[in-house]
């Protein structure tokens, strides 16, 4: 698979779907999170939770991290060329990446490259990445925030959870992970989880963004607690860029 892997890059197999992020106030897609997707030849399309962690032990998420970050850059700029409102592109970053030595001057040459916007990228980074590098990372988004560019916490509340390194870092946003937010009608345990996470945010003039909604009665239930945003399947799966083109104006009641 590794080998294959490296194959991928050159033969254009990987893309990327976009999954609507939608403001709960207003009902308006305001971003969409990339999603890297791999169609091998024979074997067909491959789960990322195969070939991530292979990208990752092999060092082979440098090269592919470094085009999905051109990729949506690059798309989003697309879209607002086309006369679509702006969004805001969510990209996962790997640790690897973060903690290597050409990440910001990669990220900084491929935002003169495509001319997006800084303010339209959001950086997604897991507890573990920002707790690990909790002394070299705060520097780090220091300078990625007077660029403009946004830090959201992806997954919170699965990883470490130290909510001191929240005000260290000065991110912008939580990411509620979908194990909590799928079970929160149901699991009195999590309905807990999530308020107090909804909480903690806004008490630290965070967004919010709930991820795997899949029902009008958890996105019922987000509203009433002032969730900023959300996303999931009750809007839309990962979706093709020209797909995402057709569901940008829509509005969710």
Request: glycine share 6%; charged share 25%.
């Amino acid at each position: 698979m590794e080998e294959d892997l490296r194959r991928a890059l050159e033969r254009n197999e990987l893309a990327l779907h976009y999954q609507p992020i939608v403001d709960l106030e207003s009902g308006i897609i305001t971003g969409a999170e990339a999603l890297l997707r791999w169609t091998h030849p024979t074997r067909g399309s491959v789960s990322p939770s195969q070939f991530i962690p292979v990208a990752e032990d092999s060092g082979l998420i440098l090269p592919i991290g470094a085009w999905v970050l051109r990729e949506a850059c690059t798309q989003a700029k697309a879209w607002e060329d086309a006369g679509l409102r702006p969004i805001e592109v969510y990209v996962n970053v790997s640790a690897l990446q973060f903690r290597s030595d050409g990440f910001l001057d990669g990220l900084t040459a491929i935002l003169d490259e495509t001319g997006l916007n800084p303010k339209l990228l959001v950086l997604e980074l897991t507890e573990s990445v920002l707790m690990e590098r909790a002394k070299l990372g705060a520097p780090l988004l220091k300078i990625l925030r007077a660029k403009g560019v946004q830090a959201a916490v992806d997954d919170f509340g699965t990883g470490y959870s130290s909510l001191s390194y929240l005000r260290r870092l000065k991110v912008d946003s939580l990411k509620i992970d979908q194990s909590f937010v799928r079970e929160i009608t149901t699991t009195p345990d999590d309905t807990t989880i999530v308020s107090a996470i909804i909480s903690i945010g806004r008490s630290l003039k965070l967004r919010v963004i709930a991820e795997g909604v899949e029902s009008a009665e958890v996105l019922a239930f987000l509203r009433t607690q002032k969730c900023t945003e959300a996303q999931g399947y009750y809007f839309s799966r990962p979706v093709p860029a020209d797909q995402f083109a057709k569901l940008h104006e829509m509005q969710v009641n």
